[in-house]
């Protein structure tokens, strides 16, 4: 952003610099508090199993029709979030995700002999994913309105590192409350944590008066002489949609690709230490926390680093490789082991951590591209057009692991990660040239 928009910025935002941290910490509380429900509920997956009376396959569709239900609803609320602004669709959002949890509590948590269909617990996570997947475009633009290039990528990896920290805290205390008190507690806790973020978003959450002026300014041009309006639209239409740039739908689909591995971890990682490990009920919340943890720690690392080098695509190769050759090693070892496991589970335990941090460090920075390339305008277009191939990865990752584990067991599991990830290297867009970085500021400066 050049010198004269920077004094723009600054001059007419009047809540002050220092605010746009209390907005970031209002994304990172709702993206905390939905990623403890669709990344939290996953890591209850044995006693899902065990206390809805499910078996492989059915566990696989429920867990599934959480990603599902973002994927589908993604986009949507991007073009929603576009259209009304951030603040309203998160308040809707987090408020009717609660209300969603809510209802799962009252009518369909296993109660003493009462145990519910698996038509109503897969329709209850499928709207909670519907009514939560507002959350995730609404915080990323938001962020982007109050950060500037130079910023964004620490700003957005951050509001990321929410996701497996909000996931970390749901590996530790939804298992126990699972276990111990019900899954009705559980959904509780869950609901219990969007009301309140959206009682943060309620009091902090406001667009930057620059934002403000630019929806003024757009609504004026209503007015305009219809050459001045038609010469507008035209320069307009050519940087406007995200549908339809190339570059945003390579990351998007990269980003796709490269959660395979990640999301077989955060979905079948407990029965795979449970089932062929025989790891128990500490060590798997203790391994699942440090993956979400690890992930955490990566993601604001690499924000930082990639905002002072510039090189957010070459980050996101580099990641989809690392992670391809982790998980191979992870079939490998288990395919060696065989039947000789049981002495191998911290083995076991620490190369899914390493696999599960590699496969997840690369999602701020991915995000921060994507926002970049659309414009903070259409922010929330972008990033909704890259959780939605996030989360259609989330829904047919858990329906495929069961089918791979009839056909080859866990190897081929951990192998058909690895091609996954390396899929992602040649769909991810090389990296950007200098006239072309400098021509992306220059139009998310105006």
């Known amino acids: 952003m050049n010198n004269q928009s920077d004094t723009a910025w600054k001059s007419t935002d009047v809540r002050g610099a220092s605010h746009r941290w209390k907005v970031l910490g209002v994304g990172f509380a709702a993206n905390a508090s939905f990623s403890a429900a669709f990344s939290g509920i996953p890591t209850t997956a044995v006693f899902l199993r065990s206390g809805y009376h499910l078996d492989n396959g059915a566990l696989g569709l429920v867990l599934g029709m959480l990603g599902l239900g973002i994927a ?17 669709v998160l308040l809707l959002g987090l408020l ?78 939804l298992p126990v409350l699972a276990s111990r008190f019900g899954f009705g507690s559980a959904y509780c806790v869950l609901a219990l944590a969007c009301a309140l973020t959206a009682g943060f978003a309620w009091h902090w959450l406001h667009e930057p008066a620059h934002v403000e002026a630019e929806a003024r300014g757009q609504r004026d041009t209503q007015n305009e002489q219809p050459g001045r309006r038609a010469a507008a ?72 680093w990639t905002d002072r080098r510039g090189n957010r695509r070459g980050y996101m190769r580099a990641c989809s490789l690392l992670t391809a050759v982790l998980f191979a090693s992870l079939a490998l070892v288990t395919g060696v082991a065989g039947m000789h496991h049981a002495a191998m589970t911290t083995v076991f335990a620490l190369m899914i951590v390493l696999g599960g941090v590699s496969a997840s460090a690369w999602h701020g920075v991915a995000f921060t591209e994507l926002a970049t390339l659309a414009g903070t305008n ?63 500021r220059a139009y998310d400066a105006t």
């Open 72 to 88: 589908v609803s993604e986009l949507p609320w991007g073009l929603l979030t576009d259209r009304w602004g951030d603040r309203r």
């Open 96 to 173: 009717s995700t609660a209300a969603a949890l809510g209802g799962l509590a009252v009518f369909a948590a296993p109660s003493g002999a009462h145990v519910p269909g698996v038509t109503t617990l897969a329709l209850g996570l499928l709207l909670v994913g519907l009514l939560g997947g507002s959350v995730n475009g609404s915080s990323g633009r938001a962020v982007m309105a109050w950060f500037r290039e130079g910023e964004r990528g620490l700003a957005m990896s951050i509001r990321q590192t929410a996701v497996p920290a909000g996931g970390g805290l749901g590996a530790l205390v």
């Open 233 to 304: 639209a035209n320069v307009a239409s050519r940087r406007a949609s995200p549908l339809r740039d190339i570059r945003i739908w390579r990351v998007a689909l990269g980003a796709g690709a490269l959660c395979v591995p990640q999301l077989a971890v955060v979905t079948f990682g407990t029965v795979f230490l449970h089932d062929f490990s025989r790891a128990g009920v500490l060590a798997i919340s203790v391994t699942m926390a440090a993956v979400q943890t690890g992930a955490a720690v990566a993601r604001v690392w690499s924000g930082s």
């Open 378 to 440: 259409r922010a929330g277009t972008a990033l909704a057009i890259g959780n939605t191939c996030v989360f259609l990865t989330l829904f047919v990752t858990p329906l495929a692991i069961p089918l791979l584990l009839r056909l080859g067991s866990w190897p081929m599991v951990w192998a058909v990660a690895s091609v996954c990830a390396l899929i992602a290297l040649p769909v991810f867009p090389r990296p950007a040239r200098a006239v072309e970085l400098s021509g992306s």
